[in-house]
T-cell receptor, first 119, second 114 residues
Framework: GAVVSQHPSRVICKSGTSVKIECRSL??????MFWYRQFPKQSLMLMAT?????????EQGVEKDKFLINHASLTLSTLTVTSAHPEDSSFYIC???????????????FGPGTRLTVL | AQSVTQPDIHITVSEGASLELRCNYS??????LFWYVQSPGQGLQLLLK??????LVQGIKGFEAEFKRSQSSFNLRKPSVHWSDAAEYFC????????????FGKGTRLSVIA
């Protein structure tokens, strides 16, 4: 199956700093990637849909100025948490969906996640 | 609107016992259905998926799931649970085709006791 990587896997930062998380599709091209956030013992919450070459689409309640998403190429999307605060501490997971209509498997491939801790 | 309900927040089973995790969905047409497993601190791994055809689908690690349209259900089963199956299980639904995200249930945490 397709592989999605995330970097870093774990990051600890001070309050007020910005953190960039990278999501890469290693063996396929992803025109669309998704960013999820997961709080402890809870389900995945979709934050935004990242589209290559265009602006991301954010879910209701997600601050687009705080969570900057850039999808500059068909294999890379980045999520930047700006001016991070302790309440931004969470597990961030990206995924890419290969649509069946394009000959893919029509499933989402998930990255391993990034644990962000803001002190 | 699409939604997924996993009625059981936490299930505990004995090693070697059978397992069934429930999943009900709400969708206007036949959706694509998925089961994912997540170990602590890890990403999600696809166990199995249903698109069409045979309503009983086989997945990895000995899991299977049955799509029942009349009940809007897609329950996950395993005949004999191993201690390594302890994890969080998520059911998800998505529309056919296109670049749209999946909708996830809240998850069921499985504990396995000796």
């Amino acid at each position: 199956g397709a592989v999605v990587s995330q970097h870093p896997s774990r990051v600890i930062c001070k309050s007020g700093t910005s953190v960039k998380i990278e999501c890469r599709s290693l063996d396929f091209q992803a025109t669309t990637m998704f960013w999820y956030r997961q709080f402890p013992k809870q389900s995945l919450m979709l934050m935004a849909t990242s589209n290559e070459g265009s602006k991301a689409t954010y879910e209701q309640g997600v601050e687009k100025d705080k969570f900057l998403i850039n999808h500059a190429s068909l294999t890379l999307s980045t999520l930047t948490v700006t001016s991070a605060h302790p309440e931004d501490s969470s597990f961030y997971i990206c995924s890419a969906r290969v649509p069946r209509t394009s000959g893919g498997l029509d499933e989402q491939f998930f990255g391993p996640g990034t644990r962000l801790t803001v002190l | 609107a699409q939604s997924v309900t996993q009625p059981d927040i936490h299930i505990t089973v004995s090693e070697g016992a059978s397992l069934e995790l429930r999943c009900n969905y709400s969708y206007g047409a036949t959706p694509y259905l998925f089961w994912y497993v997540q170990s602590p601190g890890q990403g999600l791994q696809l166990l199995l998926k249903y698109f069409s055809g045979d309503t009983l689908v086989q997945g990895i690690k000995g899991f299977e799931a049955e799509f029942k349209r009349s009940q809007s259900s897609f329950n996950l089963r395993k005949p004999s649970v191993h201690w390594s199956d302890a994890a969080e299980y998520f059911c998800a639904v998505g529309p056919p085709g296109g670049n749209t995200p999946l909708v996830f249930g809240k998850g069921t945490r499985l504990s396995v006791i000796a």
